[in-house]
């Protein structure tokens, strides 16, 4: 090797001394064990480790299981304000909640599947509280009776048990057993509450979260939402959602599937389901022509099972605005030169939180 000069920048190697034996050697070399081994753990703790699957494809589909139960604790709170356009239009509508809140648990369990994938699940309200402004909305000489009509709906609801009806994507059919409990109801919140029902009863199914291939983390695919109106649901839908497998996760010690979602879509309410919306069929009854649509958005993310798809957890924010035309045939004291509109916004947050196997 060549000689190098003094002063000039020596090889690595030089620089590291060279114990032939002896304990200076042995403790060297314990040292370079240990700075190695902290590499690797360092390394270990900032990259997903193999073992996990990280960048494996999954398959996210629901299977169904007879027997099978799930405990879900709901949370739901949503907010409302309503425009009109001119102002005096408000006064011809009954008093609306603003505010509403809904806090309950529910033991689902799986009665029957069928050979074409679809699923009969009983859903048992365990427990119930409903609350809203409505009462302080109204003449004072009905708050306390509106008050104990939201207690009665709460205490009637505990222990209800519903059937319901899924397909082999988890898109909600139908469900029986809620009719009676409604119809005891003020008309302002028999709706709503029912929309509420059906917006729980689909999360739960989680109908249009499932690729229809195996998905790698961090890809997106859509899902187009298009429904006819119903008995149970008297709007037509359309829209579309985008979402995204995040990665690999647990849950309460069982694997799950983390997606990120958003949408949008609008609902056009058949002319059944017009009548239906308490307040808007009191405007229609005083004569107005009504035009409506309903546009909404959201996101939020949900876990699923990965073993059977069954939603885990789900926090969700949901924004609808309801645009209302009314063209007036004269009966109301409104100007008939100025185009007559009504808007309500709603604000719901909706988190979910499953327990199961």
């Excluded at 405990?71 to 006064?91: C, F, I, M, W």
């Excluded at 809904?102 to 427990?127: M, P, Y």
């Excluded at 009676?180 to 917006?199: C, H, I, K, N, T």
């Excluded at 996101?299 to 059977?308: E, Y």
Aim: charge should be positive; glycine fraction near 8%; charged fraction near 25%.
């Amino acid at each position: 090797m060549p000689r190098h000069e003094q002063g000039a920048a020596q090889p690595a190697s030089c620089l590291v001394p060279r114990w032939r034996n002896g304990p200076g050697r042995r403790t060297a070399s314990r040292r370079l064990r240990g700075v190695a081994l902290a590499t690797l753990v360092a390394l270990g703790l900032s990259v997903p480790l193999p073992a996990f699957g990280w960048g494996r494809k999954v398959s996210l589909a629901r299977k169904y299981r007879p027997g099978q139960k799930m405990v879900y604790q709901t949370n739901l709170r949503t907010r409302a304000e309503v425009h009109s356009d001119p102002p005096g239009l408000k006064d011809f509508l009954p008093p609306l909640p603003t505010e509403f809140s809904l806090r309950q648990q529910n033991t689902l369990t799986i009665e029957a599947v069928r050979s074409d994938g679809t699923a009969d699940i009983q859903n048992r309200f365990d427990q119930l509280e409903m609350h809203s402004d409505l009462p302080e909305r109204l003449p004072e000489h009905l708050r306390d009776s509106a008050r104990q009509a939201q207690e009665d709906f709460s205490r009637r609801m505990a222990g209800q048990v519903l059937i319901v009806h899924y397909d082999r994507e988890g898109r909600l059919l139908g469900f029986e057993g809620a009719e009676e409990v409604f119809q005891q109801l003020d008309a302002s919140l028999r709706e709503p509450l029912r929309q509420v029902l059906r917006l729980f009863l689909e999360q739960m199914g989680g109908h249009t979260l499932y690729p229809d291939h195996q998905v790698k983390p961090g890809e997106e695919w859509k899902r187009k939402l298009a429904a006819p109106p119903t008995d149970d649901h008297p709007f037509s839908l359309e829209g579309e959602s985008t979402l995204h497998y995040a990665g690999k996760t647990r849950y309460r010690g069982v694997k799950a599937a983390r997606v990120d979602f958003r949408f949008q879509n609008v609902l056009t309410p058949s002319v059944e389901g017009l009548r239906r919306l308490g307040p808007l069929a009191q405007l229609e009854a005083r004569g107005l022509g009504l035009e409506i649509r309903i546009d909404g958005q959201g996101q939020g993310r949900v876990l699923l099972a990965l073993d059977d798809g069954r939603v885990l957890q789900n926090h969700a924010t949901i924004h609808q605005t309801l645009h209302a035309r009314l063209r007036n045939s004269g009966d109301l004291p409104l100007p008939a030169s100025q185009p007559i509109k009504l808007e309500i916004q709603s604000e719901t947050e909706l988190e979910v939180e499953g327990s199961g196997k």
